[in-house]
């Protein structure tokens, strides 16, 4: 049987399921880069306090500790695996793909969470109970713990994006797909923004210490460290962008926006900015001001690099093997995997897709439209809403009243042949064309599928004589 | 759903180690993951009824679970990644395909969790002197316990839906009009997530002998409250037990016809016979019950029992998914990675647990000591070498990460 194994899709007409994944996923770096850089604050903090016999700082680690508590621990905690929740249901195949490859890796960090969730309680709960040394090596055991969860997923996240290893596809094996300049590029920049985060958040309990003096002390390291870690984060921005493969340079140089250079710009601008202002009068920093930094550096840092690193991967979803809907779109020999490009073009989605409805496998005129929705659904709509809103919406790549006949020439000429940079190469059957354009055109044109159902024979190339095609 | 089509659907990676080790991870993980939530809706239920109540005991009580419930939330989420992690690995069509069609409930098990566990905290913030004034906002802990319930049935569903892949169609495509909103429960089984909730109130049962016995190694010398506490443990044990069993065999007597004959098969009957010791067990210790490590051991006779609850669970998917539809999960391809094998179970059986070891260590005894806590040699040793060994992972994963990548 030719069969490709392609999920259920979920489509959500609202936003698109990718914003969806998108505000879980910046949510979750928020809480979980906090949490690691927090934690080696506390390392710090904690060894200095118990060294230099100072209680304050103690105190300050069991207030910023149930406060890191509840929005690093339970809020990141919850939002990591809801990572896996959202693109479970958005992109199954794609999280399939980081699982089977690197389960064993996922599986160590959940040591190191394990480890983690019980060191934290530890800091806040036993501090000032434990001797000094004693806590000093909790703290330094947690700090290196947090530091090690961050190790463990940055492979991972960089395989999203391209194997470590060119060397992957033939060879396979976890090393290779895990570990690469693209890896460590990612890694060192994760690490410099851990620090300006937590420096900024860092505020927000910072600022409701009540000794003054230990309060402007606090927050001018905080504020030398989010400044430095920013300046580092930005400036090994270049490394990163020459990690990356070619067709990433080429999709970055025609679809990020123009503003996004400059924007970037403006963002470290306004937090050196923002750290210098509490470096020189750290008395501005309440924690109304820390919160609206932290929301600041959410909106205005993360989501726009998270954008470039989900927008340059496309029209790949993981591994560079494995398009954005689903579909396997070169062979991975060193992993035994096949291209399943040659199935769909032997057969079509209508004979491969294990989830298509029986009655929609022969395409008529009376079914065309709904056979076009459920191929839409499945090879367009994880990039492109099929309604007027969310994610890119496939009527605007069209012009209005746009033809069947164009579109469907459009759809052999530029999907089938996979001659459109961005996109995945999508062969359709004639047949299968002909349905989605139907349904395409349907989106600006609702009469188009009428006449077309009535069986308008100017409606197609093949219904004309070769006098009207000429 | 024909058995080629469920295989088809198998991620063509494989996975780096023989399926049966990720079955075997994922039935233990699932257990540990599984008795936490036991003990955060099991301490929460008392912390509810204690917070309503007038009598100290309670109050006492309330105040000690809503602590419990605290840590017992943060352990279940954590514990949970690990089988939520080992699922993928080998029944991927299944999970997957589950999830799909409830994608809404996906997401907002994520939306719900976040906002139980915020009830949970602000309830906890709010009554700092819950044993000796009268609870404040007491609708938060409740909500909280509401939701971890809704939140516990999504799972649920989600589990029972893997199970019909028979549906999936129908669920997906009713009418062959393709419905793919995800904004649909589409199929659960009242009798089988009551069982796993009711099991909460022996677990609990369980639970406050261990916390008796922490509270006799502390010097607690109220032994009114300790009385108290035995008596309410072994009551919720006993009635606990009685319910769980009667669900068990209603669950068991509404299978579907083609794994009928699994009611009457030795899983059923271990996992009665499992529940039966696990709440008889603090009787039949009798006074060891009050003497040594004797009185924390209904706690590892009742994670053991949880793990047999957790194979039966296992053995029902197994019955159905390659009894009733083929699918053999111990036949998923193999791509042996024997790097990352290795890696994780030094990780997780020498690292982790000398540093779990070493930390719980730490906590206990500070917990039982008078004023500042100061390790002995050998705890201090076990300490630096949990340091050490943490040190360590982290130099290897630099060695081999910059070997591969720039050597």
């Given at each position: 049987m030719d069969l490709i194994g392609l999920y259920p899709t979920w489509y959500e007409p609202g936003i698109g399921s990718g914003w969806v994944i998108g505000i879980i996923a910046t949510i979750h770096v928020l809480f979980s880069h906090t949490a690691v850089g927090a934690a080696i604050l506390f390392g710090v903090l904690a060894w200095i306090g118990a060294r230099d016999n100072r209680p304050e700082l103690i105190e300050f680690i069991r207030k910023y500790g149930l406060f890191l508590l509840v929005f690093s621990y339970i809020l990141g905690s919850i939002t990591g695996p809801g990572i896996w929740y959202s693109t479970t249901v958005g992109s199954p195949r794609g999280i399939s793909a980081l699982i089977h490859n690197f389960v064993w890796k996922w599986a160590t960090e959940w040591v190191f969470f394990v480890i983690e969730v019980v060191g934290v309680y530890m800091l806040v709960y036993l501090a000032g109970k434990l001797d000094r040394f004693t806590y000093m090596k909790v703290a330094a055991i947690f700090a290196v713990t947090s530091y090690a969860t961050m190790l463990a997923i940055v492979g991972i996240l960089s395989f999203m994006m391209m194997p470590g290893m060119e060397e992957w596809k033939t060879e396979g094996g976890y090393l290779l797909g895990f570990y690469g300049d693209n890896t460590f590029a990612q890694l060192m920049i994760r690490t410099a923004f851990m620090f300006t985060m937590t420096a900024v958040v860092g505020g927000i309990v910072a600022a409701g210490l009540k000794d003054e003096a230990f309060k402007k002390w606090l927050l001018r390291r905080l504020a030398v460290v989010g400044a430095l870690s920013a300046v580092i984060g930005i400036s090994l921005y270049p490394w990163y962008m020459n990690s990356l493969p070619e067709i990433a340079h080429l999709v970055a140089e025609n679809r990020m926006p123009d503003y996004f250079t400059p924007s970037i710009l403006i963002v470290l601008g306004a937090m050196l900015a923002y750290f210098a202002a509490t470096l020189i009068k750290p008395k501005i920093v309440t924690a109304t001001v820390a919160g609206i930094a932290t929301l600041a550096i959410l909106v205005l840092g993360l989501w726009p690099g998270e954008t470039i690193r989900e927008s340059v991967r496309k029209p790949y979803?993981?591994?560079?093997?494995?398009?954005?809907?689903?579909?396997?779109?070169?062979?991975v020999p060193g992993m035994g995997v096949k291209s399943e490009i040659p199935t769909l073009e032997k057969v079509g989605f209508k004979h491969a897709h294990i989830f298509w409805p029986e009655e929609q496998r022969e395409i008529r005129r009376d079914n065309a439209a709904e056979v076009g929705r459920t191929l839409a659904i499945t090879a367009c709509a994880n990039c492109h809403?099929?309604?007027?809103?969310?994610?890119?919406?496939?009527?605007?790549y069209f012009p209005e009243k746009a033809d069947i006949e164009g579109i469907k020439t459009y759809l052999h000429g530029a999907l089938s042949t996979g001659n459109t940079m961005y996109m995945p190469r999508i062969p359709l059957k004639d047949d299968e064309a002909e349905a989605l354009a139907v349904f395409i055109a349907g989106l600006t044109d609702p009469e188009a599928v009428k006449r077309y159902e009535a069986?308008?024979?100017?409606?197609l190339l093949e219904n004309r004589s070769d006098e009207e095609v000429k | 759903m024909d058995t080629a089509m469920l295989y088809a659907?198998?991620?063509?990676?494989?996975?780096?180690?023989?399926?049966v080790i990720f079955l075997i991870l994922g039935v233990a993980t699932w257990a540990l993951h599984i008795a936490a939530v036991h003990v955060l809706l099991g301490s929460s239920f008392l912390a509810i009824r204690g917070a309503f109540s007038g009598n100290d005991h309670w109050r006492r009580l309330a105040a000690a679970m809503v602590n419990t419930a605290k840590v017992a939330v943060s352990v279940a989420i954590v514990l949970g990644v690990a089988p939520l992690l080992f699922v993928q690995v080998i029944y991927d069509p299944f999970w997957y395909t589950s999830n799909v069609l409830s994608a809404w409930w996906v997401i907002g098990f994520i939306v719900i969790l976040i906002v139980a566990t915020l009830a949970l905290f602000i309830f906890y913030a709010l009554n700092y002197e819950l044993r000796t004034k009268k609870a404040r906002c007491p609708g938060s802990m409740i909500a909280a316990t509401l939701l971890f319930l809704v939140v516990g049935f999504i799972m649920h569903a989600l589990s029972v839906q893997m199970l019909e892949p028979d549906q999936w169609m129908e669920w997906y495509a009713p009418n062959g009009v393709i419905?793919?909103?995800?904004?649909?429960?589409h199929s659960w089984n009242p009798w089988r997530f009551a069982f796993f909730i009711v099991l909460s109130f022996p677990v609990i049962g369980i639970w406050l002998f261990g916390y008796r016995r922490y509270l006799q190694g502390a010097g607690d010398e109220d032994q009114g409250y300790l009385d108290f506490l035995k008596r309410l443990g072994t009551r919720l044990g006993a009635i606990g037990t009685i319910v769980s069993l009667i669900l068990l065999v209603i669950w068991m007597r509404g299978l579907p016809e083609d794994i009928a004959g699994f009611a009457t098969g030795p899983w059923p009957i271990a996992t009665a016979v499992a529940l039966i010791i696990v709440a008889a067990y603090p009787m039949l210790l009798g006074r060891r019950l009050d003497q040594g490590l004797w009185g924390y051991t209904p706690i590892l006779v009742a994670t053991l029992g949880t793990i047999v609850v957790a194979a039966m669970r296992e053995a029902i998917r197994w019955a159905t998914l390659?009894?009733?539809?083929?699918?053999?999960?111990?036949d998923y391809k193999i791509a042996m990675d024997w790097y990352s094998t290795g890696l994780f179970f030094i990780t997780f059986i020498v690292m982790g647990g000398t540093v779990l070891s070493y930390l719980i260590t730490v906590a206990w005894q500070a917990g039982q000591t008078e004023g500042t806590y100061t390790p002995s040699r050998t705890v201090n040793r076990m300490g630096t070498l949990s340091l050490a060994l943490v040190v360590i992972w982290v130099v290897q994963y630099f060695g081999f990460g910059l070997w591969t990548a720039y050597a």
């Open positions: 979803i993981a591994g560079q093997y494995i398009y954005s809907n689903q579909v396997i779109g070169h062979d809403s099929l309604s007027d809103t969310g994610i890119r919406p496939l009527k605007n069986g308008d024979k100017t409606a | 659907l198998r991620d063509p990676l494989g996975i780096p180690a023989h399926p419905d793919a909103s995800g904004r649909s429960i390659f009894g009733v539809h083929g699918y053999n999960a111990l």
